[in-house]
């Protein structure tokens, strides 16, 4: 029997959008950003004007008026899904969260689709990295 299958995946996204919510920490490398101007068929200067901004001398991606990320949809979730940034994409096979148990118990008060009925020893053998 798979682990999906066994119901015991470590990690299962419920599609919440709460990890969309909140000012900043959504970061992008200058490869990032023109893979994702690509795939909206932008250039990269104008995705840096329409939904990036600067924090602490990086780019970062903006948040909208319900401070919600900018390219959070409440019915289609991630509008760059395909592209998502790595910050978005590695969650929640955070290095913090594969060293130190207790962050990782903390993070699954944060995100529903950490699977607490997982030991922290399973969490890291799914790791994808
Ligand atoms: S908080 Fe967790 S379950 Fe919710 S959308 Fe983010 S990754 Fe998925
Ligand atoms: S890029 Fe996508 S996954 Fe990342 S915070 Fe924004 S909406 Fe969420």
């Given at each position: ?90 969650w929640p096979f955070y290095p913090a969260l594969l060293k130190d148990p207790d962050a990782w118990l903390l993070a699954q008060d944060a995100c529903?689709?950490i699977?607490s009925?997982?030991?922290h020893?399973?969490f890291k053998?799914?790791s994808?990295?």
């Open positions: 029997m798979t682990l999906e299958r066994a119901g015991t995946k470590a990690f299962d996204c419920k599609r919440c959008g709460t990890c969309c919510y909140g000012e900043g920490g959504i970061f992008l490398d200058p490869e990032e950003r023109d893979t994702i101007a690509a795939f909206l068929r932008i250039t990269p200067r104008e995705l840096q004007a329409r939904y990036c901004e600067q924090r602490n001398g990086r780019l970062s991606v903006k948040t909208g008026r319900d401070n919600y990320c900018i390219f959070y949809h409440r019915e289609r979730q991630c509008l760059i899904h395909e592209v998502k940034p790595r910050v978005c994409s590695l529903p689709g699977n009925r997982v030991s020893e399973e053998r799914q994808p990295k």
